[in-house]
């Protein structure tokens, strides 16, 4: 019996000092546990102090949710109190924004290092239209000392102090500096991106599923930049950056998602570094416990299904399997009049698997809402994105077993030569394992003066390619895009038509077409979506795979050249113009060689 009172005692006050609590005033609510202070403010809603147990360094100079680049704004009209126990403390704030109900929870567990955040919007049918391209929440952190950025693993550095960025040259768009401030991120593997001191005292927004980002696996977005005394630490709930499009529930229409909950992660290490690993670290504890078993809002689904399968891509010209390297599978809904590609989709939560490798390798994508979905997968090292001819219907509590899923590469003949790797991506070019480093567009006339010309067997693709094909100033002023031209060698003819197979890994304003030989442009290829990859520091846009055709008497026995055109469409009218086109992948398949 003593020993069992001893039991029930020690348990008891480790619930009491493991507890979190939960005290308000008329200005604020105050969450508290052994590990992080949060306080609220009941005006608006915004979190308006962050602060580690045992350390009195105040992360935040304030924060705010809004929408459109601050056009319009969440400012809460009403809180309530939704749990409140030892174990649990959880407040609601609730507003209509652009003619919308929006719902933001705040939810400190016992064990929660930091604070979750979740959004709701809710259009209901007898609502205006209403069209937004942005929804966020900022921290803005105290710039000392949060001076250190990191968003991936390679990607992590100390930004300029508040003095060097008062000084900043500002060229073409007003966020466009010589002092590069800030970094994006892609959804397709990103879980932790934030800010971190000198001393390793971090602030993260770790992100266990972005099921509800638009553009979902294909989405790029701004992250986190420095705007003099305060480091933006933002989360881009909707975004339109990256091409990715405005969001326009209409009249009629009963719409609504749950953006989150994201865990904002606070912690103490040694160094920013060691603070970095962490927030990975605790990244993959969160990613375990998805979906979260403690929400309660409307419209988050905890009952959910799995789809299964073994993915196959074959070479047609031998129908044998690739090996596949880090290659990902999609669920996303079809094109269609009410649903855009799948970049550009926002009505609909979309879920996805990375990082598979091998012959035909076996993926599971888990934790996906059930619903009916198009499956699409692409690969490293294989040209071109593949879609399933059926639809996919997934039911809570099942797995969908698709079996074995065959896709076949397209090839009209062996491969003569080919630049790059295909990997959606303009990484393996000159310039693109820094792509994120401003103004590299400008480098281009010094650094190619006559242009690109690339030949075959003699140059290297990671020197003599630029990972952007940019305009460049005229003698008259104007911006204009000089031809690249790619010089090759044949010993006889092809036999057939050829194809000049082009991998686009992203576009802004630029059309293209191709010529052999100084023969007649092709016909022009200009109906790309902008993606704004050029403009805002990116490597990858929107993927194209584009086909030029060629007879056999178009070639030359010897040496022949095939040059691409590629023709300035808009853009910025002063500085430079943002304009380019940036190429994945380049291969001539040519029949009977």
């Known amino acids: ?307 299964t399968g073994k993915l196959t891509i074959k070479n047609p010209l031998n129908n044998s399997a690739f090996r596949l390297e880090d290659a990902v599978v999609t669920l996303v809904q079809p094109e269609s009049n009410r649903e855009s590609i799948p970049n550009q989709q926002w009505r609909h939560y979309s879920f996805w698997t990375h990082s598979i490798s091998g012959v035909s390798p076996n993926f599971s994508i888990s934790n996906v809402i059930p619903g009916t979905y198009q499956l699409r997968a692409w690969s490293k090292g294989v040209v071109g994105e593949f879609i399933l001819n059926k639809s996919i219907t997934v039911t809570a509590g099942r797995t969908t077993n698709l079996g074995e899923i065959v896709f076949t590469e397209k090839r009209v003949g062996p491969i003569a030569w080919e630049i790059g790797i295909p990997d959606r991506t303009a990484k393996e070019f000159k310039h693109g394992d820094h792509f994120n480093q401003w103004g590299l567009p400008y480098k281009f006339p010094k650094e190619f003066p006559n242009g690109v010309n690339y030949y075959i067997g003699k140059s290297n693709y990671a020197r003599d390619w630029n990972y952007c094909h940019v305009s460049v100033p005229g003698r008259d002023g104007k911006y204009q895009s000089i031809p690249w031209n790619i010089y090759f060698n044949l010993r006889k003819k092809p036999t057939g038509t050829s194809v000049l197979r082009v991998s686009v890994a992203a576009n802004s304003s630029t059309a293209l077409s191709v010529s052999i030989n100084g023969g007649k442009n092709s016909a022009e290829v200009s109906n790309f979506k902008d993606d704004a990859c050029v403009r805002r520091d990116g490597i990858r846009g929107f993927y194209r795979e584009l086909e030029f055709k060629f007879g056999p008497n178009d070639f030359k026995i010897g040496e022949n050249k095939i040059t691409l055109h590629a023709r300035k469409t808009g853009g910025y009218t002063n500085n430079y113009q943002f304009d380019g086109i940036m190429y994945d992948h380049i291969r001539l398949e040519t029949p009977g060689l």
């Open 1 to 307: 019996m003593k020993v069992i009172f001893i039991s029930l005692l020690v348990a008891i006050l480790a619930s009491i000092v493991s507890a979190v609590s939960l005290t308000q005033n008329n200005n604020s609510y105050t969450l508290k546990n052994n590990y992080a202070t949060v306080v609220i403010s009941k005006k608006d809603g915004y979190i308006t102090s962050l602060k580690i147990a045992g350390d009195n360094q105040e992360f935040l100079n304030r924060s705010y949710i809004d929408a459109n680049g601050s056009k319009a704004g969440f400012h809460a009209k009403r809180s309530t109190i939704i749990k409140n126990t030892n174990d649990h403390v959880e407040i609601a704030f609730t507003d209509n924004v652009l003619n919308m109900d929006w719902e933001v929870r705040n939810t400190t567990l016992n064990d929660t290092k930091g604070v979750y955040f979740s959004l709701k919007l809710d259009h209901k049918p007898n609502y205006p239209d209403t069209q937004f391209s942005e929804i966020r929440l900022i921290l803005r952190l105290k710039s000392n000392p949060f001076s250190w950025l990191q968003v991936e693993d390679d990607v992590g550095r100390y930004l300029p102090t508040a003095e060097q960025q008062k000084n900043c040259q500002v060229m073409g768009p007003k966020e466009a500096c010589k002092v590069k401030t800030g970094e994006s991120i892609d959804a397709l593997k990103h879980d932790v991106h934030g800010f971190a001191t000198k001393n390793g005292l971090g602030c993260w927004f770790v992100t266990p599923s972005m099921e509800w980002k638009n553009g979902g696996a294909y989405n790029r977005d701004l992250a986190c930049h420095q705007g003099e005394n305060d480091s933006l630490q933002i989360m881009y709930m909707a975004g339109s950056h990256y091409g990715a499009g405005d969001e326009y529930p209409k009249r009629g229409e009963n719409w609504s998602k749950v953006y989150g909950p994201y865990l904002i992660y606070l912690n103490k290490a040694g160094s920013p570094q060691a603070s970095w690993r962490d927030a990975k670290a605790v990244a993959k504890v969160e990613k375990a416990k998805w979906p979260y078993s403690f929400v309660s809002q409307p419209g988050y689904v905890k009952q959910r299904g799995s789809v």
